[in-house]
Nanobody, 122 residues
């Protein structure tokens, strides 16, 4: 049974950092692609970053501030978020796509985690 569980969200001041984790079970990370998406109130879900053997994707809005990494021994993907801004406030989701290539299209991802809230505010 495929399962994705996010953790690490919370409240942080502008300029601060957070690290989100996406613990995967029921499949092997290196054979698939993991994407991080976010959705702010009243806005569409946005593709933020993606990592797969074949490609990596970073949205322009997070380049230089966010990084994605994997620990295959723990079957976990991490999203390191630095220099956070109020506009980064959203629910963050990780999702799995059965391909080694990234996509920004949320509909191409089969499995989703429950989401974790990130709030950037002073």
């Amino acid at each position: 049974q495929v399962q994705l569980v996010e953790s690490g969200g919370g409240l942080v001041q502008p300029g601060g950092s957070l690290r989100l984790s996406c613990a995967a079970s029921g499949f092997t990370l290196y054979q698939n692609t993991i994407g991080w998406f976010r959705q702010a109130p009243g806005k569409e879900r946005e593709g933020v970053l993606c990592i797969g053997i074949g490609s990596t994707y970073y949205a322009d809005s997070v380049k230089g501030r966010f990084t994605i990494s994997t620990d295959n021994s723990k079957n976990t993907v991490y999203l390191q978020m630095n220099s956070l801004k109020p506009e980064d406030t959203a629910v963050y989701y990780c999702a799995m796509r059965g391909s080694t290539y990234c996509s920004r299209d949320a509909s191409s991802y089969t499995y989703w985690g429950q989401g974790t809230q990130v709030t950037v505010s002073s």
